[in-house]
């Protein structure tokens, strides 16, 4: 499976934990959305990153090839099972194209997966940020995109 990570999956130690079998692909970005913290992770005990609709915006992030045994344990990571109700879930997965390198031309099909979401969820912590961030500096994600993910609000 092509996933593309945008949120705390960025951060390459935290996926190879998640994922053993993962491999970086590219950096990529997904059009017409923008970032933004619409659910709470009771684990974290912080708002976690989704993406929403936002045209003439760009939330980029990481495209993972994901060996066929580690789906699942991605699906449980993201609290996403597909047998349950879509409502269930905290995070339902989709198909959506990518662009790598700026090439509009050649989309890449890709599994993203986004948050259902919660009436007035808190703000994330600033670990959960970090690990976002550094994510972004890792994989030399845009510089001017990684500034925008700096001033990201966190809760105190």
Not at 34 to 62: E, M, N, Q, Y
Request: include cysteine.
């Amino acid at each position: 499976m092509l996933y593309f990570a945008y949120g705390s999956n960025m951060d390459w130690s935290q996926m190879r934990k998640r994922c053993p079998s993962v491999c970086f692909v590219c950096v990529a970005k997904l059009k017409d959305y923008r970032l933004a913290f619409t659910r709470k992770s009771i684990k974290r005990d912080c708002g976690v990153a989704d993406v929403v609709p936002a045209p003439g915006h760009d939330v980029w992030g990481v495209v993972y090839e994901i060996e066929e045994r580690d789906t699942g344990r991605l699906n449980k990571c993201e609290g996403f099972d597909p047998g349950r109700p879509h409502e269930k879930n905290a995070y339902v997965r989709e198909d959506r194209h990518v662009y790598v390198d700026e090439n509009e031309e050649k989309p890449l099909a890709v599994q993203v997966y986004f948050a259902i979401r919660q009436s007035n969820p808190p703000l994330p912590n600033e670990e959960y940020k970090s690990l976002i961030v550094g994510g972004a500096k890792h994989w030399y994600i845009p510089e001017e995109y990684i500034k925008a993910l700096e001033q990201i609000e966190v809760a105190l």
